[in-house]
């Protein structure tokens, strides 16, 4: 018989074309201006810029069709730097595994 090891046992590759756009469900704060158009603003309960969500959760700028960003070119700050792969990645993904594709 033959053992597979635990290392060698596929794991989805971590890609955003295999993710329903997680982290685009997180509150996202407007901490420099990149041009994101006014439509996508809301003000925080404190009074700050943040992107807005619609009732289903997702970012307003949010494709729901491709699941992709439609300001891509001028995403907040934040979203620029929340980087595949990362721990912060990684807990999104896992948060809402079922949805995966
Ligand atoms: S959680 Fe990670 S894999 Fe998913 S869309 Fe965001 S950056 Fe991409
Ligand atoms: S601006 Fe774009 S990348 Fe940022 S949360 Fe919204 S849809 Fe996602």
Do not use: N, Q
């Not at 407007?30 to 158009?37: E, H, K």
């Not at 699941?67 to 990684?90: A, N, V």
């Amino acid at each position: 018989m033959t053992t597979i090891p635990l290392t060698d046992l596929a794991e989805p590759a971590i890609t955003c074309s295999t993710c329903a756009a997680c982290c685009c469900r997180l509150e996202v704060m407007l901490i420099t201006d990149t041009g994101v158009p006014e439509r996508y603003i809301d003000i925080d309960d404190w009074g700050g810029e943040v992107m807005l969500r619609l009732d289903d959760g997702w970012c307003a700028a949010l494709d729901r069709d491709s699941m992709r960003c439609t300001i891509y070119e001028k995403r907040p700050l934040i979203c620029r730097e929340f980087e595949t792969g990362s721990h912060d990645c990684l807990e999104e993904r896992r948060g809402i595994a079922t949805a995966y594709r």
